[in-house]
């Protein structure tokens, strides 16, 4: 009997040979997960083609939560679409609006004022670190560990109370807009957000402590859904899913926007376990605990650049002060592609204009959807347990994927 | 390298190949014939000095005006390696491929981004853009049975699918839209 090293993980196709299998007969089963199963995080179906335990091949179907909202943006204008944004990413309704805004507003030449450049960022961040945490909880959830998630969401009321100050909502936020942000901030609000930064930023590492050192779920992650740097290029990975894979790529640094070049913040990679406790034995780059640790790092990049924000703050104007009354704006016969750095992944919008004050084609490409193609790629040869593990690190919001 | 020296460059290389150059546009586009894509699509991501190995993104166009279907490919270049800085000028580019509404047929560049797979299944669903070459062109965000391409512009929303009515009496008298 070959020795099984404990510190890898197995290599589980090198003696399947179902030649040899003796009087042993085993047949595939084809095993369907979802689209109502709690680990798949929202309506997605895979398909699982599994020979006893072992995985052979996953095809997943999406589709489940399509609403055609590009349809929708042909025939609204623009300020009217930012609510259908919310909703496809609706975890990371901030930073969807963001993205549109900055389209249409690139196709429409509007220069917005610097202070509604701030408190985008600001609001960006922080739906940046409110979004990371319900991936953290959910992910512990879906390996089991019942505990995480509930510290998850507690520090994510903090947040969401802060954006219902500011914009009256929880999760569809419609705040930030075409020219700037529908309102300004309320008193007081600013010192809130500091007292929030300043409870949160030591909680990271106990929720370290607490799940991603944790033994079980190290040995449920690590060296699980391997992808390099190589695949995640080619098959179009983006946000903590690249960098988990090692690509130093963000478009807040690469191609910034919103004056994303005034901060100074780092970009996480994944890294390989090594003799040092920063990481744990048996992570390979590009593995689930990679993509998954990217992102409680990048929770702390985030304060730092919600800091930064909130102590440059400048005041004036919230919107381009025209957009106060009227919010049309005539979209010339031209186009426009826009990607902005969304926690889930480089979310673009490309935007064909007419002449008129309705666009000819809104195309929403969510990260999402290009994260989640590679996952029959990288199922194969995996257990049915590690399907769960490697879905829950990709990350994905079915709003996003199926728009 | 900037977009007219992309530009200029395909010109030189693809001889016929390159229809239509946009500088002026807010996001500048060449237009690529249909037929030479693929090998178009090769060149843009194996030279040396463009590398552009990321497929963004491909929206589909109904241009009904002109009784055409355009596929728009954006592109960039992402290093692939861990790299201590981050590029600072990156290559972004954009190609747009036209077709025929009648018989609208693109070759599949799935071979040539594995990401173009599941884009090119969007766009013939949504579209009705048939891609050539492709490993697995069904259907993706519709329902399998369903009938008809809902982004393009003469596209008729079914009064009813699988016994769920799709509008009201209302609305079928006196539309909105």
């Keep these: 009997m070959t020795e099984i090293s404990l510190q890898s993980q197995p290599d589980l196709l090198v003696d399947y040979d179902r030649g040899e299998q003796g009087d042993v007969d085993t047949e595939e089963l084809l095993i369907n997960m979802g689209p109502?199963?709690?680990?798949?995080?929202?309506?997605?179906?895979?398909?699982?083609?599994?020979?006893?335990?072992?995985?052979?091949?996953?095809?997943?179907?999406?589709?489940?939560?399509?609403?055609?909202?590009?349809?929708?943006?042909?025939?609204?204008?623009?300020?009217?679409?930012?609510?259908?944004?919310?909703?496809?990413?609706?975890?990371?309704?901030?930073?969807?609006?963001?993205?549109?805004?900055?389209?249409?507003?690139?196709?429409?030449?509007?220069?917005?004022?610097?202070?509604?450049?701030?408190?985008?960022?600001?609001?960006?961040?922080?739906?940046?670190?409110?979004?990371?945490?319900?991936?953290?909880?959910?992910?512990?959830?879906?390996?089991?560990?019942?505990?995480p998630f509930l510290y998850a969401f507690r520090e994510r009321e903090m947040v969401l109370d802060l954006f219902e100050a500011a914009c009256g909502a929880r999760l569809t936020y419609s705040y930030l807009t075409v020219g700037g942000t529908t309102h300004d901030l309320p008193e007081g609000w600013v010192d809130r957000c500091l007292e929030f930064c300043d409870y949160f930023e030591p909680k990271i590492d106990e929720y370290n402590d607490l799940l991603s050192f944790n033994h079980i779920f190290v040995k449920r992650t690590a060296g699980v859904g391997v992808v390099s740097a190589g695949d995640a290029v080619r098959w179009g990975l983006s946000g903590p899913c690249l960098r988990g894979s090692g690509v130093r790529w963000d478009l807040r640094k690469a191609l910034p926007y919103d004056g994303y070049e005034r901060f100074d913040f780092d970009i996480p990679i994944g890294r390989p376990g090594g003799s040092d406790r920063t990481v744990p034995h048996g992570v390979v780059v590009g593995d689930s605990w990679c993509r998954y640790f990217v992102r409680m790092e990048e929770m702390k990049q985030s304060l730092r650049i919600v800091r930064q924000a909130l102590r440059d703050l400048p005041g004036g104007d919230h919107i381009v002060p025209k957009f106060k009354k009227n919010k049309t704006v005539k979209l010339p016969d031209d186009e426009v592609y826009l990607e902005v750095d969304n926690p889930r992944g480089q979310v673009g919008f490309y935007v064909r204009g007419d002449g008129s004050a309705i666009p000819a084609r809104v195309k929403a490409r969510g990260g999402s959807f290009c994260n989640l193609s590679i996952t029959s790629h990288v199922v194969r040869g995996c257990l049915i347990a590690d399907v769960p593990a490697?879905?829950?690190?990709?990350?994905?919001?079915?709003?996003?994927?199926?728009r | 390298m900037t977009f007219e020296q992309i530009a200029s460059l395909l010109r030189e290389r693809f001889a016929g190949a390159v229809e239509e150059v946009v500088p002026q546009a807010t996001r500048p586009y060449v237009t690529v014939a249909a037929e030479r894509w693929p090998e178009v699509a090769r060149?843009?991501?194996?030279?040396?000095?463009?590398?552009?190995?990321?497929?963004?993104?491909?929206?589909s166009l109904d241009l009904l005006a002109e009784d055409s279907l355009a596929a728009v490919y954006d592109l960039a270049t992402v290093p692939d390696a861990?790299?201590?800085?981050?590029?600072?000028?990156?290559?972004?580019?954009?190609?747009?491929?036209?077709?025929?509404?009648?018989?609208?047929?693109?070759?599949?560049?799935?071979?040539?981004?594995?990401?173009?797979?599941?884009?090119?299944?969007?766009?013939?669903?949504?579209?009705?853009?048939?891609?050539?070459?492709?490993?697995?062109?069904?259907?993706?965000?519709?329902?399998?049975?369903?009938?008809?391409?809902?982004?393009?512009?003469?596209?008729?929303?079914?009064?009813?699918?699988?016994g769920i009515p799709g509008t009201t009496e209302h609305e079928l008298n006196s539309p909105r839209h």
């Design chain 1, 36 to 147: 109502q199963h709690p680990s798949t995080h929202g309506v997605l179906r895979i398909v699982l083609r599994c020979d006893g335990e072992m995985v052979l091949e996953a095809v997943p179907h999406i589709g489940y939560l399509h609403r055609c909202a590009e349809k929708i943006g042909e025939s609204l204008q623009p300020f009217q679409f930012i609510p259908y944004t919310d909703r496809m990413d609706y975890v990371a309704g901030m930073n969807q609006n963001q993205g549109f805004a900055l389209a249409v507003e690139k196709l429409a030449g509007i220069a917005v004022p610097p202070r509604a450049q701030y408190l985008r960022v600001i609001f960006g961040e922080l739906n940046r670190i409110a979004s990371h945490l319900v991936s953290f909880g959910t992910y512990g959830l879906d390996m089991g560990a019942f505990t």
């Design chain 2, 43 to 59: 060149f843009l991501r194996d030279e040396p000095r463009l590398k552009l190995n990321f497929l963004r993104c491909v929206s």
């Design chain 1, 390 to 402: 490697i879905i829950g690190s990709i990350d994905v919001v079915m709003g996003e994927v199926d």
């Design chain 2, 82 to 162: 861990e790299a201590e800085e981050v590029l600072s000028c990156p290559h972004t580019f954009a190609v747009r491929v036209v077709t025929d509404r009648a018989a609208a047929h693109i070759p599949s560049v799935a071979g040539v981004w594995p990401a173009a797979d599941w884009h090119e299944r969007e766009a013939f669903d949504l579209m009705g853009i048939v891609f050539d070459g492709h490993p697995d062109l069904r259907r993706i965000l519709c329902p399998e049975d369903w009938v008809g391409h809902p982004l393009r512009k003469d596209y008729e929303f079914p009064v009813e699918y699988h």
